[in-house]
């Protein structure tokens, strides 16, 4: 078993922040990269916003098995077209990890179906993520709770659809609260939305945090086959029926004929 | 109180096809509108495709309590403009039941955020409609099933989000089944799909089915005022926290600014 | 309509100890019904551990719409017969409000079938109660959190099932967070979980907490006819289904049989 | 990787009555047992209700990744105090499955929190089970549906918790429909209920069934260390909080002193 893992990046605060350059010479992607150094079921690679088609084709994706994705400053530049095939992966049961500023990321916000808004602060103050099963995959070899330094603060209301679990709430030294550790499941897909990891600090150099990462990496993961006509809506004809039947009644449609979109 | 109450309706079927003429012969939005006959606290309007803007103003939104919408042939030309509006306002509170074919509407997607596909058959079997719920306020006043002659089958998978409740299970003579009564809270908005409701018989007729659109109406209907700010992201600087904080660490954002999106 | 209110309370600690006496001279259930003043919709009561039957006869619980719980000191006392009645009331459509300490008592812990635990401190620090859906029937008329000076502090994981709706998050001065507004459904009945409300404090003298509890006898209210059948499993004959069947293959139960339990 | 799994089954039927005997020859545990030839990644034994404690004793169950349930005219006689041990497993982390008439098992019940009731029909009619997401784990190598020729009829309303996922419902041939496929999530465990497999019908030999019981025991596994304090309400004294405080306000509670339960 392989884990094709594919960690797409905005990378532009590396480039324009000297700041962001420091804390990360290799780029985010290459600090997050080493949530999954030394583990054999991983195979690891990066995308970018400024690659040919931000790094997304067609035939890459259908070689992902899980997606992680960190924006913020550029989530506009991302083309609609290519939001519809991450969307489209995540349906047939490509897993997705969304970071931190991800919540107002097109992929996650399509998949969300609500705003994702929050309120926020970037004062560095300490973010304190308590665990609310911690025998959870996700939360696996974690204690209680991992305390950041340094944090930006997301408070309450984040206006997602109710998680199928609340795994992790976030206590803010401003005296804030925020749902940091989200499940869903959409079509085949599972997501995972992971609060930390503001540009500013050194949030990804954090091991706790990076084995959030790896463990909900693991947990995504699919091994079934991709379930590639999830958005069809197939015709089964009366004499097909699993009980078939003569037709009564009116009809509008034809034999064979495709239903309306 | 009032429960403002607007049925959107496609009204292209009664215009292109004698049979769903002689069926509805005031439109099927004129059958729904019995749902609601002699109950005093409705206000019930219609609006419909080919009205200007759909009929679907700012100004008329904004004055619905509970939206209904059927559209089945020409989901296509409903403007993304106009759909953004009705999902706005669903985030602000606005109930929405979607009857039907409108599991394929643009409000509806957009709302779910997955396929909302489904497998079909035009053969007007038989359909059951088992209530999973006896109390629930939708369920108000129906027996354990509702029968209804001829129907259109609609059979899993329907690739929909988990609803928070799966209400009412379909039976269908040719085999199939399908989760034909489900709800959702996305922003302050609550969400009801209903299933039955092909053009080419008279289920709009049928007074249980009107029943379940009525008690839904009440169901969704939300008191409060709108939260026209849902979709916002608004900042708490340091010295507004409700624990007021010293600035620590390094910052990207300037006071006063907005966040990216 | 009127929503007939049952306060349970174990009313203990008002007899043992002076604080909590000088706090609640009316009993903490005294204090509860004050968030009914001036609501003509109520009408309010309210049931000791120490009456007869804990005050809670079947014909009581029969004309009960919503029961609030609270109980502490006490909870190995409530004798499990009536548990049960409270918990088939609740099937059938009785709304239970559990307040504070009521976390551990047995009606809860039987309805949510897990363990309910949590940590503790008793330090009269500050609790902030935010509200993940400003909109929602239980939060109408509050601000975006409720601050309560004192509080005693409950800290995740709290051991529940996954709530229907995360409708309120508590910070704890001391650094711990809690999911203190939780609401399932269970049969035909709408429980609500709130946090606040430790008796060497006067929590139950803040308007905001009362407006919650308000709000929430009114969320938790089911108008229609109780469910009192709800545990029975009735046998539908092969001659008396939808679709009358003959029997076929070889049978175990004879005609007319009750089924095992 | 060895999961380690336990077949509980009750094992009556087949002492009494010749049918079941002759098509269970090595009891239904045997059949259930067949679902894990040839996967070594299992280690499968059984239990039963007239070994000593059931089979199931407290280091046995501290061995156990998943167990599976099959009772039906015995349920009353499994002991209270090994019900309990069995639930305070699941919550600790270990799987469960219940199968066919252990809805009304004492374990499943005491975790639902429900009535878990529903209608039935012995009739030997034909079931078809449909699968919502046919990538799920418990789904893998499916086809989109189930069919079985006999069976016993399950109809809703079924009075359990709204599942976390409703992966499988069923049509019968008598016209009801059932959720037959239905997870939760209890503490760290994880259950999943499956409908088929009433005595009287060979449904246990049925390669498909075996298939679905086979996955669900791998989705139920959790590798992670038994949460074994998941019911303890631990003090978190003000001098060790996260933030350590100062008392404020009276109190009730000596230091150290163990909470009320």
Known sequence: MTIRTLIWHEH??????????SLYPEGMHGALKKAYAGHS???????????????LTVERLAKTDVLLWWGHTAHG????????????????????????????????????????????REAGEVERLWITNRNHPIAQ????????????????????PEPMETLMVSWFEGG??????????????????????????????????????????????????AWTAVAEAPNTPHDKAPVP???????????GEEGYR
Not at 141 to 160: D, K, Q, V, W
Not at 245 to 255: C, Q, S, T, V
């Open 12 to 21: 532009r605060h590396e480039k324009n922040n000297k700041l962001v350059a």
């Open 41 to 55: 079921e991983f195979a690891v690679d990066h995308a970018l916003l400024d690659d040919p088609e931000h790094g």
């Open 77 to 120: 530049e991302v083309k609609d077209a290519i939001v519809e095939r991450v969307v489209q992966r995540v349906w047939e049961g490509m897993g997705l990890i969304v970071l931190h500023s991800g919540h107002f990321s097109k992929p996650f916000k399509r998949l969300m179906g609500t705003p994702c808004s929050l309120s926020w």
């Open 141 to 160: 070899g974690l204690p209680a709770y991992i305390e950041i330094e340094h944090e930006e603060m997301y408070g309450e209301p984040f206006t997602i």
């Open 176 to 225: 804030e609260v925020f749902r940091s550790g989200c499940t869903w499941q959409r079509g085949a897909g599972k997501i995972f939305y992971f609060r930390p990891g503001h540009e500013a600090y050194p949030t990804y150099h954090n091991s706790q945090v990076l084995q959030v990462i790896r463990n909900a990496t693991r947990w995504a993961y699919n091994p079934g086959p």
């Open 245 to 255: 039947l003569e037709i009564k009644g009116p009809r509008l449609h034809a034999d």
